[in-house]
């Protein structure tokens, strides 16, 4: 099983970035997605996650700028993410969580400049 996330880069405030996160060995439709981000001197936190049957959740400080989304048929998720702000720098990370693993994606850099 391998996630590999994809798509940071550098924006500047206010712009829009889309990272995704692509599976090998495993689907996404098969588990609770989650995107979480973790910025320097920060712990891990959860921005968002998608269930099973395709219900998308959101951390409260980034609902309705952050969109999750899936592509069952490409095995691919997304994180659409607009209106960015320097305090969404962050290493974004996915992660899949079955009944019986939790496997992790490398990470992409997301940096916000103001």
């Known amino acids: 099983v391998q996630l590999q996330a994809s798509g940071g880069g550098s924006v500047e405030f206010g712009g829009s970035l889309t990272v995704s996160c692509r599976a090998s060995g495993i689907r996404f439709s098969d588990g609770t997605m989650n995107w979480y981000r973790q910025a320097p001197g920060n712990q891990r936190e959860l921005v968002a996650s998608m269930s099973v049957a395709g219900r998308p959740r959101y951390e409260d400080s980034v609902k309705g700028r952050f969109t999750v989304s899936r592509d069952d048929a490409m095995n691919l998720v997304y994180l659409q993410m607009n209106s960015l702000k320097p305090e969404d720098t962050a290493v974004y990370f996915c992660?899949?969580?079955?009944?019986?693993?939790?496997?992790w994606g490398q990470g992409t850099l997301v940096t916000v400049s103001s």
């Open positions: 992660n899949l969580v079955t009944w019986n693993r939790s496997d």
